[in-house]
């Protein structure tokens, strides 16, 4: 090996784990921010504990509705699919995630696009119906209604720009481990002095680097925990609330949950995972029908439940130091084969 090789395996682990994902959702959002000038009004006598200005609607929000639901769609599926890399600079993505996420974005951009050609086909008409409603509302004001109409009018893009204010970009990165700090022979001690430098900030990139993978690994096994709980929590609720026992609806969401926990246990977490294996094994294999006609089985679903929102809920409080060191040993295998 070569002794200025700087090796860390956590991150040789997470490199082979999975991807980072970036995803950026832009569209016009049909607001104008007016300011007291834009009334006629003296800013010095606007008191802004009377009077807020903001953003105003320039055209109806549910022209816009389509670009909000595929944003928030999008967002809510890559957060179910990943986690927050590194104090959030993008999303990890396990590598079992990584076909389905990019399916369901692919759906998403389809979705965008058709809404943005539907949007720009008919702007220019929306602009002059908006512009209409404005005039009606500006002969309501005094001297100041010529400079709110102007203010407004020249706050829509040009027709010819506006595809320009729409783009729904994903980007992938795969994450790379810095392979050697070059310690090159000097010949003076100016030049000594500024490899030290170099490889003393190296050191502490490293150090600080793997700190953060730490808590990082950490927050991510904490988070599958404390969604095993919640869920755990949520189906007893639900029985308890139902008078028909449990739906099947109930038991293909615990059995998708733990298919889903499975592609996203990119640490290794084997105790959670072995409990939802048996949980799954055990309490998992008869229909809503058989559990509603049998209650010692039905009991026995309840029981199971309570013990794995206990189970998860003592995880959650534990130290996760085993589940980084195995995850470590992982990424020293994997640097030692590479």
Request: charged content about 30%.
């Amino acid at each position: 090996m070569n002794p200025n090789t700087i090796t860390n395996p956590l991150l040789d682990a997470v490199c082979q784990r999975g991807v980072l994902i970036s995803t950026s959702i832009r569209f016009w959002r049909g607001c104008k921010r007016l300011t007291p000038e834009d009334l006629g009004l003296d800013p010095s006598q606007v008191s802004d504990r009377l009077i807020q200005l903001g953003h105003k609607r320039l055209i109806p929000r549910e022209a816009l509705s389509d670009f909000a639901l595929v944003e928030s769609r999008a967002h809510a599926m890559v957060e179910g699919s990943s986690f927050p890399f590194l104090g959030g600079i993008a999303r990890f993505v396990p590598n079992p995630k990584l076909g389905e996420i990019t399916r369901n974005l692919g759906k998403l951009q389809e979705e965008f696009q058709e809404a943005t050609e539907r949007f720009v086909e008919g702007y220019s008409l929306m602009r002059d119906r908006a512009m209409i409603e404005w005039r009606e509302a500006a002969r309501h004001m005094n001297g100041s209604a010529e400079r709110l109409l102007a203010t407004i009018e020249q706050s829509f893009p040009p027709s010819g720009t506006i595809t320009k204010r729409f783009a729904f970009d994903v980007q992938m990165f795969q994450i790379a481990a810095p392979e050697h700090i070059r310690l090159e022979v000097t010949n003076g001690i100016t030049e000594f002095e500024a490899v030290a430098d170099r490889r003393r900030i190296a050191e502490e990139a490293t150090q600080r680097l793997q700190t953060n993978l730490d808590g990082f690994i950490r927050d991510s096994v904490a988070s599958l925990r404390q969604e095993t709980a919640r869920l755990a929590g949520d189906v007893l609720a639900t029985i308890d609330e139902s008078k028909n026992g449990v739906h099947q609806r109930t038991l293909n969401r615990l059995a998708s949950f733990i298919e889903s926990f499975r592609a996203l246990n990119f640490a290794g977490d084997q105790q959670l995972e072995g409990t939802l294996d048996r949980f799954r094994r055990e309490l998992l294999n008869r229909s809503a029908e058989e559990y509603r006609n049998d209650p010692g089985a039905m009991a026995s679903l309840t029981e199971g439940l309570n013990r794995l929102r206990e189970n998860a809920v003592d995880l959650v409080r534990s130290d996760t130091r085993d589940v980084i060191a195995r995850f470590g040993q992982t990424g020293r295998r994997l640097a030692a084969v590479g």
